[in-house]
């Protein structure tokens, strides 16, 4: 009888503690959702994307409004939603259960772009430090490298680090090569404060105008990573060592194209 009375009293425990929880979860599904606590993440100065832009485009898509339910959330939906946008590099969406404070999180990292490209039939839009393309915002803009010129390669959302050093993909040759340039002088900071913006001729060469100095840089072609160290090595050195003695107004042209030479013609 001792046996069968505690056996009893197990499963009274059990199905008080489970009606318990079924009502809380009730309960928490019910009550109003409210405001995600959001934390962006963006590397250097240029966020494409603010909580209340986030906000908005979760409102439009129906994935929160006003006096929605906790119950209604859909955490995974609202996840991939997210992480479709143009801007977003990574993002986690959390419910939290039983918080005082927040009933959802959102944790997103945004693409850093390095460069805007202004293509041959009028449309602009940037590349971010991954080979993603992005599309202008007509909210945000950003201070890197602006190419324009003899750019045939038209905006493409799918277009990202795949493609990126994969010469057998002839629509996206040029892109390559603007990413290995605007990728380098993004990180090397003479570059970064000496060129501002790239012009891409017929020829197929690419001609830098520095912001310091109205002389023009043939820089040639760019097919890799090494080549375009090469020339920028080779550049950085003669704003060096040359500049400062020749004066800055003394040539008017500046070409690195050719291996192992730098070519100026005076005024």
């Known amino acids: 009888m001792k046996k069968w009375l505690k056996i009893t009293l197990w499963v009274l425990v059990l199905l008080l503690v489970s009606t318990v929880f079924f009502f809380a979860f009730q309960a928490e599904n019910s009550k109003t959702l409210r405001m995600p606590a ?3 993440h963006v590397e250097g100065e240029s966020a494409f994307l603010t909580e209340k832009e986030l906000i908005d485009r979760l409102k ?20 991939r939603n997210i992480k479709a946008m143009p801007e977003v590099k990574k993002v986690e969406v959390f419910k939290h259960i039983g918080d005082l404070y927040r009933d959802w999180e959102i944790q997103l990292e945004l693409r850093k772009p390095i460069a805007r490209i202004f293509n041959s039939i009028g449309q602009s839009y940037y590349l971010d430090q991954d080979g993603f393309m992005m599309y202008r915002s007509a909210l945000h803009t950003a201070r890197v490298l602006v190419f324009s010129g003899a750019i045939h390669d038209v905006y493409n959302p799918r277009l990202h680090c795949d493609f990126i050093n994969n010469g057998t993909l002839k629509s996206s040759q040029k892109i390559n090569q603007i990413y290995h340039i605007s990728n380098y002088v993004c990180n090397d900071p003479l570059m970064h404060k000496l060129i501002g913006q790239i012009h891409l001729q017929k020829n197929g060469d690419f001609v830098l105008i520095p912001l310091v100095g109205d002389q023009k840089i043939i820089f040639g072609a760019a097919p890799n990573p090494e080549l375009v160290q090469d020339k920028f090595e080779r550049l950085e050195h003669f704003y060096k060592e040359a500049l400062p003695h020749e004066g800055w107004n003394k040539y008017k042209e500046i070409s690195v194209k050719y291996e192992g030479q730098i070519v100026c013609r005076k005024r």
């Open 38 to 40: 959001i934390a962006i």
């Open 60 to 79: 439009i898509r129906n994935l929160f409004r006003k006096e929605m339910q906790v119950g209604a959330l859909k955490i995974h939906t609202i996840e």
